[in-house]
T-cell receptor, first 108, second 109 residues
Framework: IAGITQAPTSQILAAGRRMTLRCTQD?????MYWYRQDLGLGLRLIHY???????GKGEVPDGYSVSRANTDDFPLTLASAVPSQTSVYFC???????FGPGTRLTVL | GQNIDQPTEMTATEGAIVQINCTYQ??????LFWYQQHAGEAPTFLSY??LDGLEEKGRFSSFLSRSKGYSYLLLKELQMKDSASYLC??????????WGAGTKLIIKP
């Protein structure tokens, strides 16, 4: 792979279910980020990680958790999905933000 | 609070020039970024300004005035493929990006 990959591409999820969005990069970037993008709003930072083993909260962290066990992977977990988490989710790496292709998540 | 303002939508003609403005109020400043985002796709990096002045990259130029909290993205010789949203983002004192809502640029033949 080259760059950042995300999986799944899209998902429809029942409210209350647990869901993990996957993000993998092969560029060895230390910094990684999770954003959500909603119509009419700017990208909003959910969580970030400056290096493997560390994570931090962004602007809208409630309802989401992340882990960074190694440099390449940065999964985002929704413990109990709610309809307001319907959005497009982007994973990004490096300060200048290389973006993955995104995951379109619908919570019903 | 922190705020990034840019017009919601602009229309321009193929072959013309368009200027997309961005004003910001943030806690600290460590640079301003412009990104292009085509519908249904991820944003892609266009430019980075940290010092006042104009940065030129081919048909695209970006200007910054830190004292005015103002930037613009200038697109010359517009092509149909330039139809996209253009996102302005400022890196604050915590080195986090604060994003504007984006400007949707519509190019007409």
């Amino acid at each position: 792979i080259a760059g950042i990959t995300q999986a799944p591409t899209s998902q429809i999820l029942a409210a209350g279910r647990r869901m993990t969005l996957r993000c993998t990069q092969d560029m060895r970037h230390n910094a990684m980020y999770w954003y959500r993008q909603d119509l009419g709003l700017g990208l909003r930072l959910i969580h970030y990680s400056n290096t493997a083993g560390t994570t931090g909260k962004g602007e809208v962290p409630d309802g989401y958790s992340v882990s960074r066990a190694n440099t390449d992977d940065f999964p985002l977990t929704l413990a109990s999905a709610v309809p307001s988490q319907t959005s497009v989710y982007f994973c990004a790496s490096k300060v200048t933000q290389y973006f993955g292709p995104g995951t379109r998540l619908t919570v019903l | 609070g922190q705020n990034i303002d840019q017009p919601t939508e602009m229309t321009a003609t193929e072959g013309a020039i368009v200027q997309i403005n961005c004003t910001y109020q943030t806690s600290g400043f460590n640079g301003l970024f412009w990104y292009q985002q085509h519908a249904g796709e991820a944003p892609t990096f266009l430019s980075y300004n940290v010092l006042d002045g104009l940065e030129e990259k081919g048909r695209f130029s970006s200007f910054l005035s830190r004292s005015k909290g103002y930037s613009y993205l200038l697109l010359k010789e517009l092509q149909m493929k330039d139809s996209a949203s253009y996102l302005c983002a400022v890196m604050d004192s915590n080195y986090q990006l604060i994003w504007g809502a984006g400007t949707k640029l519509i190019i007409k033949p």
